[in-house]
């Protein structure tokens, strides 16, 4: 493995799963990390999880960094840019400009991720927050440990996952969509009505099809005005309305842009020297032949790994492909997913009923088995993930599951 310098910008899941595979692929050149946050790379799905439940400590073991400073420079070598967020790209002198420094590279990996959406005209309004960071979970939390009266505004995964947390305090609390149903562009019309019925069943207040016209407030929230007339009083607004892939500073760089870093198969970005993984990057999936991009743990981490790999031996690169995976926890309920949610059907193989919460639901596009979607089924998720990656059928995924109901 040859040397020379490695530049990770990015200090994510994918950024750190860079540099570690790097090391272990035997790179013994310098690999510098460069993260906008002071944090050290940290694990964000708990975020939303159960770092927001009561007694939770910010300031110790709670806080989900995944490897301590010592790991990071001493055992890897890794010199940390912290607290500073890359500014330009410039391919043509192989830098990347960090405020008043160009730090060169022979290779680099992008995994810059995304940036959470804002609601218009709360910019200076205190106690509204997006949840993307570690400094906004701790701003929730402690919203919450004070009691906070709480607007949800999006009943997304994220934006559930706090409605979660709150009623598990027995906090009351609003979600506003603005959608008829929640969720219809992850998991498709007739589960987002499913996944619905968790947050009525556990006492949450779910408005859908009405939109928020205003946030109002001296200095700090006070009340949100929906587009129905109707208010809801509120200390605490959480915004879940989605995110977008933080490439602004790569304008002008010669990278191609729409909706992430357009890649190929095996994550190049084009330039010479320069593949991106994780939630910045959108590639073409082998696994289904189309453009992609992916805001999922799973992924991050292996294309994180994947991108590196192709970025040190460019001439043995491989393609990454993969089935999609994510998880939610809702109440006391875990959403699973696998593949794509976009279907000419979905069937419910295993019914949703009250008194037990258990629901598989399969997705079909032609005749292939394309996703699955299982309410507290931990035990048969991976199960159609292996299916999927394998280009089962139909007819196959559906004998499957009346076997596994016969069992």
Not at 110 to 126: M, N, Y
Not at 205 to 213: E, H, K, N, Q, Y
């Amino acid at each position: 493995m040859h040397g020379g310098r490695l530049v990770v910008v990015g200090a994510s899941l994918a950024g750190l799963r860079a540099a570690e595979t790097a090391r272990k692929a035997g790179f013994g050149g310098a690999i510098t990390l460069v993260g906008a946050e002071e944090h050290l790379p940290y694990d964000r799905p708990p975020l939303s999880k159960a770092f927001l439940d009561r007694g939770a400590d910010s300031a110790g073991a709670c806080v989900p960094t995944f490897r301590p400073v010592e790991t990071l420079r001493d055992e890897l070598g890794v010199e940390l840019v912290l607290g500073n967020p890359a500014l330009a790209l410039h391919p043509a002198r192989k830098a990347v400009q960090v405020f008043d420094r160009e730090i060169r590279y022979d290779h680099a990996v992008i995994a810059t991720g995304a940036t959470a959406r804002r609601l218009p005209a709360t910019e200076g309004l205190r106690g509204v927050h997006t949840l993307r960071t570690l400094d906004d979970a701790v701003a929730v939390r402690a919203a919450l440990d004070a009691g906070a009266r709480t607007v949800v505004v999006g009943a997304g995964f994220i934006g559930s996952e706090v409605a979660s947390g709150a009623r598990k305090r027995g906090l009351e609390i609003t979600v506003v969509e603005a959608l008829p149903t929640p969720l219809v562009r992850a998991v498709g019309q007739a589960m987002g009505e499913v996944c619905a019925s968790l947050h009525r069943r556990n006492g949450t207040d779910l408005r859908c099809g009405v939109s928020v016209t205003e946030i109002q407030g001296d200095g700090r929230v006070e009340r949100v005005v929906l587009s129905d007339g109707s208010t809801v009083e509120a200390d605490l607004v959480v915004v879940g309305v989605g995110t977008e892939p933080a490439t602004g500073w790569l304008e002008g760089s010669g990278l191609t842009l729409d909706n992430g870093i357009v890649c190929d198969e095996t994550l190049f970005t084009g330039v010479e020297g320069v593949y991106a993984a994780g939630d910045v990057v959108r590639w073409r999936n082998p696994a289904f032949g189309r453009q992609m991009r992916l805001e999922h743990w799973t992924s991050a981490a292996e294309q994180g790994a994947a991108a590196v790999r192709n970025a040190l031996e460019p001439a043995a690169a491989r393609p990454y492909s993969t089935v999609p995976y994510f998880w939610s926890d809702w109440y006391d309920s875990r959403i699973q997913f696998v593949g794509l949610p976009q279907a000419d059907e979905v069937r419910v193989v295993e019914e949703h009923v009250p008194g037990r919460h258990r629901c598989v639901a399969l997705y079909r596009e032609g005749d292939r088995l394309t996703g699955a979607l299982t309410i507290d089924g931990q035990s048969v998720i991976m199960k159609y993930r292996g299916l999927i990656m394998k280009n089962a059928g139909w007819d196959e995924a559906l004998a499957f599951a009346e076997q596994r109901r016969a069992a």
